[in-house]
Structures are given as C-alpha cells and as structure tokens.
C-alpha cells in the first residue's frame, strides 16, 4: 500500500510568498518510494488546488492508496478542502496532528484573514477532529476504522506516521539545510 504525506517547509513568521509542500512517498511504512512538490501561498487560498495539480500530474497517483497531511492548513492558513482533494483524486485524506487544536484560538486568528468565512467553512466541512491511536485526524473517504489502520501500518519509527515525519523531515532540509527537528 503507498501513501503519500505531505507537509509544509518551515518559513519565517514575516514570510509573504510561497512555502514549499513536500510529499514523501511510502509503501506501508517502511520503505520511502518517492516524492513529489508544490508550493502554496502563505495564509493564501490555493492549498487544496496545489495538491490536487501536483498529485494528478505525478506518475505516483495510479499506486497511491491515500493522502496524509500534517494538518489541514500549509503555509499559515491555507486551508485545504479535503472533501475535494478525495474527490478530485480518488484517494481518501487522512488529516493528522500530534495534538488536539484550539479552535477558538484558530478561528480569532482566520478571522483576521480575507475569506475567513470560506476557510472556517473548510475546517468545519472536514468533520469533527478525532482521537485515534494517540493521534489527533480528520478524515474524507475512509472510516474510522480504516484510518486506525492505516496508522498502525505507518507510525513504525514514532507516534508520527513515517510519511508525515519524512515529509517534515526532507521539507524543513531543503528550506533550511538541515532537517530532523520535531515532526
């Protein structure tokens, strides 16, 4: 089974622009397959049309069997809709963090943005955040069931699914020279 992670490149807190979003490419969670890239805007709009683009252009996407992201925003608070990126991809999205976020501190902080009604909307439409396996997801396309398992098969070196932690890892080295900080 290949699963594809993705997080974003660190970047500075003063940063306009794009942010690198890197996909580490696993079978299971053992092997690292290959990669794959995009950027997103900082706090921009087009996360969801990035992954969409990149995936669907990728050689990879006829073997992947599910998307992960380290959360459902890149670049600040680029929101992806992970109810389209399962539909216009045909690979169901398991959104991970390590903790449980403070909403009312993620929407004072999107209410700031242009289109925070759209953004919220996103994060709402992505369905409640669950406990599972240590692990904090939201999900489009499989079942809680399904997400459990696949967080067996992938969190082998850590309470990080191996995609994710690679992806952060190979993110955070190109952007920085050095990658390995906390996933």
Not at 60 to 65: D, F, G, M, V
Not at 77 to 88: A, H
Request: net charge positive; glycine share 12%; with cysteine.
């Amino acid at each position: 089974m290949r699963i594809v992670g993705f997080d974003d490149g660190p970047f500075e807190r003063t940063h306009r622009g794009d942010v690198l979003v890197v996909g580490a490419i696993y079978r299971g969670g053992e092997f690292l397959d290959g990669m794959v890239a995009t950027s997103v805007r900082r706090d921009g709009r087009n996360a969801t049309d990035r992954l969409i683009s990149c995936l669907t252009a990728s050689r990879y996407l006829p073997q992947l069997h599910c998307a992960m992201l380290d959360g459902i925003a890149f670049g600040g608070f680029n929101v992806v809709d992970i109810n389209r990126l399962w539909r216009e991809t045909g690979l169901p999205v398991l959104v991970v963090v390590r903790h449980a976020p403070d909403l009312d501190s993620v929407r004072r902080a999107i209410a700031r943005l242009p289109g925070a009604t759209r953004r919220l909307g996103l994060i709402d439409a992505a369905g409640a955040i669950e406990p599972r396996r240590g692990l904090f997801v939201q999900r489009a396309g499989l079942t809680g069931e399904e997400a459990d398992a696949l967080l067996a098969l992938t969190c082998t070196r850590s309470k990080i699914p191996e995609p994710l932690r690679a992806a952060h890892i190979i993110a955070g080295a190109i952007v920085t020279g050095e990658g390995g900080r906390r996933a």
